[in-house]
C-alpha cells in the first residue's frame, strides 16, 4: 500500500467524548484513509474552550490545540473543518466562516441543522463546499446519506424513529423490569446515557431535533425543529406500559414524519406511543436506535445500532471526512441540501392516528352508555373496549379507538373528563405502528 503525496488539512473544533475519538480513529487509520481517498489527512489545529485542561490521553500533539477557533477555521492552510462543539453559537458562525473560506464542512450538529439546515446549506452551494452531518441523527447508524442518496430514485412516505437512547432505555426498563419513570430515569444517569439535566432526552427535543432533519431529507422540503410537534415521556406511567403489554404492545418514544393526505403536506411529531410487539421497532432494547423508512418502491427498510457514544459516533463523522476528502481531491462537490417539493408542515390537530384511553369509571349502569355517546358526538370510532373492575363500585375502563384526528380525540377526552361518572382520564397516548 503505497501512501499518495496530496495533504487534506483538517481543523477539530472540540475535544470532548466525540472530537477525541475523531482525533483516535485519524490517526490510527491514517494508512487506510489515505489509500482510500488519495490524500493523507493531517490535523492543523484543535480548537477547544479550556487550554489548561490536561488532554495527553488523547494523544493529540499538545502544540495543535488552541481557544482561537474562529482563527483555525480561517487559516488558509485549512481545507476541511470537523465541528463537534455542538450548539448554536459559535458553532453556526464557526460553520458559515469555514464555508465562506473555502472549506468543507462535516458535523454531528443536530440543534443547529435543526434550526437552520436550510440557511447552511444554502451557504454551502453559494461557497461551493460540501456540508455533511451523518453523525447528527442516530449516532453510528447509516441513514442520512442512505436518505439523500440511496433512496434519490425512490418516494419515501414515512419515516418512524426510536433516535434517542436515553429514552428508549428508560422505556425499556419500564417494560422489562417494571422500574418507575423516575427511577429509570437515575439508572439511565448512572449509566451516563442521560445528562445531570435530562431535558433534552426526556422532554423530547433531541428527537425533535433529529425527526425535523429526517422530514426535511426524507420529503425534499424545509422543516425545523419548531415545526415538531413534540410531547416527552415524563408523564408515562406504569400503568400505561401495563396497559399496552395486556394488549400486545409496548411504549416507545417515537419521531414520526410522514406524507400527509395526498402527500401535499408533511407532518412531523416526536410522542410515546404504543407499538405492537410483532413492529420491528418494538425488539429495539436498551439505548439502542432503529429507524423504519417505508418508500414506495424499496417498501420497509430498517436501521439499527448505536445511536450515540463517543466511537459510534466518530466513525460516522470519520464516514463524512473521507466522503468530502474525496470530493476534494476529485474536484466536485456532493449533492447539496433539496427543498424543491417545499410541502409545508401539517398542525397536530388533523394528525390522523388511533388512540388508547384509560378512563377510571363509576360502576353502574349506564356508564359505558355515556362514554360511548361521548366518542359518537365527535365522531370517534371505538375498536374495543375492556373493563377490569376495581373495588366495590368503580372501574377501569380500557378503550382503543380506530383512527381519528388529533383535534376530535382531545374534544373527546376534554368531554368525557366533564362526565359525573368518568373519575379520571388515566392515560390517552397514541397507538402506531400498523
Ligand atoms: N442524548 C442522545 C441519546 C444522544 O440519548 O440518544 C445524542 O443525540
Known sequence: MSTPGPVLRVALLGCGVVGSEVARQLNDHSTDLAARIGARLELAGVAVRRLDRDRSDTGIDPSLFTADAAGLVARDDVDLVIEVVGGIEPARSLILTAMERGKSVVTANKALLADDGYALHTAADKHGV??????????????????????????ITRVLGIVNGTTNYILDQMDSQGTGFAEALEEAQALGYAEADPTADVDGF?????????AGIAFHSPVSAADVHREGISDVTTADVASAKAMGAVVKLLA???????????????HPAMIPRSHPLAGVRGAYNAVFVEAAAAGQLMFYGPGAGGAPTASAVLGDVVTVARHRVGGVTGPGGSWYADRP???????????????DVDDRPGVLAAVATEFARHDVSIETVRQRTEGPDGADLVIVTHQATDEALTATVNGLSQL???????????VEGE
Open 345 to 359: 408542515v401539517r398542525s397536530m390537530g388533523q394528525t390522523v392516528t388511533r388512540y388508547h384511553i384509560s378512563l
Open 256 to 270: 414520526i414524519c410522514e406524507l400527509t393526505g395526498d402527500g401535499s403536506t408533511v407532518g412531523v411529531r416526536v
Open 206 to 214: 433531541d428527537a425533535a431535533a433529529k425527526a425535523a432533519i429526517l
Open 420 to 430: 359525573d361518572t368518568v373519575r379520571e382520564v388515566m392515560s390517552v397516548m397514541r
Open 130 to 155: 460540501d456540508l455533511y452531518y451523518e453523525a447528527a441523527v442516530a449516532g453510528a447508524i447509516p441513514l442520512l446519506r442512505p436518505l439523500r442518496e440511496s433512496l434519490a430514485g425512490d418516494h
